[in-house]
């Protein structure tokens, strides 16, 4: 165990067990990344880890986590999968070094305001309406591409107002291909992989360019237009830094690459989560299906229900603990530290894994249960304990974007439609950087009220 810098310190170091010669830790993390993960408090608060020739401390402690999470001067954005994650999107809000997110955060934080949101929700619940629209009793479906296309679309319709029926439209597919892309590409294993000339690398680089040129194209439209069509893209056009500068056309691509990377597969794992969830829990399912046919009586949900309905969304923040999409993430040291009285050189790697914290049985009894009723209590857990959109400034500006999206369409489809797992075939996740399940098949069956 290595030496205390505070020898007084009540939080433990260790370097994580059965670490393999030059490997280290790396086979376990690739072959079964959640249990391995999630077994490391059981050797301490602050877990040292050897990748390859990597190092990487893993917080396991909530209080340190807090500690990481709001301490910017100590722990900036960094770390492997970041830096691709830059080479992939350029260095928008999600990206950028503490230096310059202030003044991007202060920018952007317009475009998701709490006043926006029941404009944006008009567009969630019709673009919810229109991807289930051709839906028919008995229709088998991929349930994480159909959940794909519906957050793809919301977020096509909210950032430039566009919309078609059937997902279809040339921004469509640009945005799938790309927010499909970015997540693959940041956990290529080879350094320069992305950069081969493969079938999907060069169709990555072509819907990229699409976009840009969309985007360019969309600038152009608005700004001779002048009008503000309640979008994303209209507050990104207005919006100001401190010396009254707006964002150039280069930077609005880069938000709109970040927006897409950080906002369309999140939510589309947590919806996919949900059904498979509702699935194996008849019992939630039954109360689900009661408190839709209440309160919205057959009609799709719309913002003013969302008060109305307590169950859907104590549902979405338990599927967000049992599976947070960013499972893992990452801090560089900006400058020799410490952390619970550990010493942390300049440069080294932290991760802090929400899924980790998540299924720690001391924080959350009887933790791989469903129980979206443990949401019932009024007592917020500790800062550092329930971290799904992480903490500090660089918490996820479009939470309330997304966990209304998320209730909407649970409520909307629910109501309307059950959605049966193919028997026999276990869900599981996939190996990426989000905690996404692999593609699996569902019965629709529509609910008779
Ligand atoms: C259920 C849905 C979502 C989940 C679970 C989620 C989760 C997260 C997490 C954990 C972070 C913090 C990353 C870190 O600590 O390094 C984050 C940041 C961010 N998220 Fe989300 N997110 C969701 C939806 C969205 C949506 C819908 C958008 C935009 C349309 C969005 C945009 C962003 C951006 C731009 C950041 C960077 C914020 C900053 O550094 O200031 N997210 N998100």
Known sequence: MPTPFFPTTRFTAAIAPGGLPLLGHAPALLHRPHEFVAGLPAHGDLVRLRLGPLHAYVVCHPELVRRLLTDDHAFDKGGPLLDKTRETVGNGLATCPAAAHRRQRRMLQPA?????????AVMMAEEIAGATARWRDGD???????????????????????????????????????????????????????????????????????????????????????????DLLSTLLTATDGDGRCLSDAEIHEQVLTFLLSGVETTAATLSWAWTLLAANPAVRMRLHAELDTVLDGRPARHQDLPALPLTARIVSE?????????????????????????????????????????????????????????????????????PFGLGARR????????????????????????APTPGRPVRPGRGSSLSPRPFTATLTRRVR
């Open 112 to 120: 998701f305001h709490r006043d926006r949101l029941p404009d944006h």
């Open 140 to 230: 088998v479906i991929d349930v994480p591409a159909a959940m794909h296309r519906l957050t793809t679309a919301v977020t096509a319709r909210c950032l430039f107002a566009v919309h078609e029926r059937d997902g279809s439209l040339p921004v469509h597919r640009s945005m799938d291909v790309v927010a499909r892309g970015a997540g693959r590409r940041v956990m290529l294993p080879l350094p320069g992989a992305d950069r081969l000339p493969t079938p999907g690398n060069r169709r990555f680089r072509r819907a990229r360019q699409d976009l840009r040129e969309i985007t360019r194209r969309l600038i152009a439209d608005y700004r001779a237009a002048g009008t503000d069509r309640h």
């Open 319 to 387: 599927t967000l603990r049992l599976y947070p999409p960013p499972w893992i993430l990452s801090r560089t040291a900006t400058t020799d530290t410490e952390l619970g009285g550990h010493r942390i050189p300049a440069g080294a790697t932290l991760l802090y894994s929400p899924y980790l914290l998540h299924r720690r049985a001391d924080l959350f009894p009887r933790p791989d249960r469903f129980d979206p009723d443990r949401w019932l209590t009024t007592a917020r857990p500790a800062p550092g304990t329930y971290t």
């Open 396 to 419: 996820c500006i479009g939470e309330s974007f997304g966990v209304t999206e998320a209730v909407l369409a649970i409520a909307t489809i629910a109501a309307r439609w059950t959605i």
